[in-house]
Nanobody, 126 residues
């Protein structure tokens, strides 16, 4: 079992920045990919970004390329999502997920994920 706990959400003005954190416990993450997803009211949960823990390979949704950066800290078993140039349409609950034996690219297309965090709200005001 992998437990995921997100933090770092909040209210920010358009153009601002936030950094989300996802702390993983219960397993070492060497064979995992971790990713960020988001869900706005009335919409389906969508892929945002992913990182393969062992290689550091990355994958981003087109809507966040150039604005968001996913990274990891092996020592802290933590994944981050640095979000810059935020827009009102980025408003959503952001979830961290972990998939075993998956690439960053694979995480972007899978429909079912192994572990989820509880989510953290990000609100961008115009």
């Amino acid at each position: 079992q992998v437990q995921l706990v997100e933090s770092g959400g909040g209210l920010v003005q358009a153009g601002g920045s936030l950094r989300l954190s996802c702390v993983a416990s219960g397993r070492t993450l060497g064979t995992y990919a971790m990713g960020w997803f988001r869900q706005a009211p009335g919409t389906e949960r969508e892929f945002v970004a992913a990182i393969r823990w062992s290689t550091g390979s990355l994958n981003y949704a087109d809507s966040v390329k150039g604005r968001f950066t996913i990274s990891r800290d092996n020592a802290k078993n933590t994944a981050y999502l640095q979000m810059n140039s935020l827009k009102p349409e980025d408003t959503a609950v952001y979830y961290c997920a972990a998939d075993k034996l998956t690439t960053a690219q694979g995480m972007g297309v899978r429909k079912i994920h192994d572990y989820w965090g509880q989510g953290t709200q990000v609100t961008v005001s115009s």
